[in-house]
C-alpha cells in the first residue's frame, strides 16, 4: 500500500520546494519517542537511499525508508490550517492501535 498526499499537502511541498530551491519531494519515517512508541519525523527528499521506497502523489514523490513502512503503509497525509497561526501536516495512519494525548507519539 502507498503513502499518499492530499491535493492540499502536495501543493504545500511544491511550494515549499519552489521557495527552498532544491529537493525531490517529501520523506516522511518514524523514530522510536514519546510516551507511545514513535513519532513522525518529515524532511525535504533530496535524493533516495538503497532501500527507500517512492511513492507519486499528486505530481510529489513521497519517499519512506525501509524500517517505517510497515508502520505507514497505507497513511494519508494532508495539510490543514486551524487558524491564521496553526497550520501542519495531520497524519491519517490507519496502523495507528494508540496516541499519546499529546498528539506527539503513536503505536501500531
Excluded: W
Amino acid at each position: 500500500m502507498a503513502v499518499t498526499l492530499t491535493d492540499a499537502a502536495a501543493s504545500h511541498v511544491n511550494k515549499m520546494i519552489s521557495q527552498r530551491g532544491h529537493g525531490i519531494g517529501l520523506r516522511i519515517g518514524t523514530k522510536k519517542s514519546g510516551c507511545t512508541g514513535f513519532a513522525y519525523v518529515v524532511d525535504y527528499a533530496d535524493d533516495c537511499d538503497e532501500g527507500d521506497h517512492v511513492f507519486e502523489s499528486h505530481g510529489v514523490k513521497v519517499v519512506v525508508d525501509e524500517a517505517s513502512l510497515p508502520r505507514l503503509e497505507g497513511m494519508e497525509v494532508d495539510f490543514v490550517k486551524s487558524s491564521l497561526l496553526n497550520e501542519g501536516f495531520e497524519f491519517r495512519n490507519p496502523n495507528v492501535k494508540d496516541a499519546c494525548g499529546c498528539g506527539e507519539s503513536f503505536s501500531v
